[in-house]
């Protein structure tokens, strides 16, 4: 599915509706350059599961981690990962395969940690269509689909 957002509370919505649907263990997976919106998108998916704290990227901690909703909010971003052996130091399959919703930033930088079932979801700029303009592109990965 492709959306298209004009604003970051716009990005957001889409976050929250996106949140409403998942079940424990989902990961969603969320690739975009740096101010694409992966944190307003994130800020939507933690409303989405009432979680009511503050939500911010987590750079130098990789993993945030917030309760109070429906279910756990596991915030990866994981752009600062040296190698992926850090992943094993913080005990990423825990929140990977836990009761939580998982949501990681620059995803592919451990793409092969990633389970072989998850959403990716694709934010881009476009500044001919406004400085606010998204356009974002969610798609599930299923098991034996191509990369």
Not at 18 to 35: F, N, R
Not at 60 to 68: E, L, R, S
Not at 74 to 99: L, S
């Amino acid at each position: 599915m492709v959306y298209e957002t004009y604003s970051a509370e716009e990005t957001a919505q889409l976050g929250k509706k996106l949140a409403q649907q998942a079940k424990p263990g989902s990961i969603y997976t969320l690739d975009g350059g740096l101010g694409a919106g992966k944190t307003a998108f994130t800020q939507g998916v933690a409303a989405g599961l009432g979680v009511t704290e503050p939500v911010s990227s987590p750079t130098f901690t990789i993993v945030q981690v917030y309760g109070g909703g429906v279910m756990p909010l596991y915030h990866f971003d994981v752009y600062r990962i040296a190698d992926v052996e850090e992943m094993d130091e913080i005990g990423y399959e825990d929140y990977f395969y836990g009761d939580g919703l998982t949501v990681i930033e620059w995803a592919d930088y451990i793409k092969e940690l990633l389970p072989p079932d998850y959403w990716r979801i694709t934010i881009e700029k476009d500044p001919e269509k406004g400085f606010d303009y998204r356009r974002i592109t969610v798609e599930r990965k299923g098991r034996g689909e191509a990369e």
